[in-house]
């Protein structure tokens, strides 16, 4: 099995950068990804990363801004000049699946998830 836990949320104004930490314990996983939901909307990919690789996928409503990287077990979200859109819960994922794809920040795509971490930017 697979345990997820995602830590770093909190609240930042307009402009302001926070990083998202996500550790992924027990069997070794191939993608990581981070997701955001909030209130009243759909589970939105945000970002993916291959393990092996390093390669990576972004939505464009954060291209630019919101940085994936990862290092053995864990991977991290760094999100810088945030707006208040990006106000959200988020979600840590991880696949044993390897390889990107266009479906790689489709949430069926993954099979653990942490419990989330809320994030508040406000303007």
């Known amino acids: 099995q697979v345990q997820v836990a995602e830590s770093g949320g909190g609240s930042v104004q307009a402009g302001g950068s926070l990083k998202l930490s996500c550790v992924a314990s027990?069997?070794?996983?191939?993608?990581m990804a981070w997701f955001r939901q909030a209130p009243g909307k759909e589970r939105e990919g945000v970002a993916t990363i291959s393990m092996p690789t390093g390669g990576t996928r972004y939505a464009d409503s954060v291209k630019g801004r919101f940085t994936i990287s990862r290092d053995t077990t864990s991977a991290y979200l760094e999100m810088n000049n945030m707006k208040p859109e990006d106000s959200a819960m988020y979600y840590c994922a991880a696949t044993r699946e390897p390889g990107l794809s266009s479906s790689s920040l489709r949430a069926e795509k993954y099979n653990y998830w942490g419990q989330g971490t809320q994030v508040t930017v406000s303007s």
């Open positions: 027990g069997w070794t996983v191939y993608k």
